[in-house]
């Protein structure tokens, strides 16, 4: 069971910045794509971006396309998301996820459903 738990949210003006973490609790983790996702108020949680196990390949939506990076970490084991140009419209609780499966490629969450999730971590930007 992989547990995954996010950090780094919080309240920004538009035109910002926030990084958001993901710290997981085993090494499985380097060994499976993982991904953000984010969920708004009265809206269905949607995908964000995803990265591959081994970090090479990247993955977003076209609402954050140029201004959103993933990036993990393999020796911390440990998953990023750096946020920039901020807008009212990213207001969201952010989850973490990673695949059920090894080795695997980010595009496939694009489509497949993570089994590990994060509790989540609030971003609120400010207009």
């Known amino acids: 069971q992989v547990q995954v738990v996010e950090s780094g949210g919080g309240l920004v003006q538009a035109g910002g910045s926030l990084r958001l973490s993901c710290a997981a609790s085993e090494r499985t983790f380097n060994m499976r794509a993982m991904g953000w996702f984010r969920q708004a108020p009265g809206k269905e949680r949607e995908f964000v971006a995803s990265?591959?196990?081994?970090?090479?390949?990247?993955y977003y939506s076209d609402s954050v396309k140029g201004r959103f990076t993933i990036s993990r970490d393999r020796a911390k084991n440990t998953g990023f998301l750096q946020m920039s140009s901020l807008k009212p419209e990213d207001t969201a609780v952010y989850y973490c996820?990673?695949?059920?499966?090894?080795?695997?490629?980010?595009?496939?969450?694009?489509?497949?459903?993570?089994?590990?999730w994060g509790q989540g971590t609030q971003v609120t930007v400010s207009s």
């Open positions: 996820a990673a695949d059920g499966q090894l080795y695997r490629s980010g595009s496939v969450l694009l489509t497949s459903p993570p089994d590990y």
């Open positions: 990265i591959t196990w081994n970090g090479i390949g990247t």
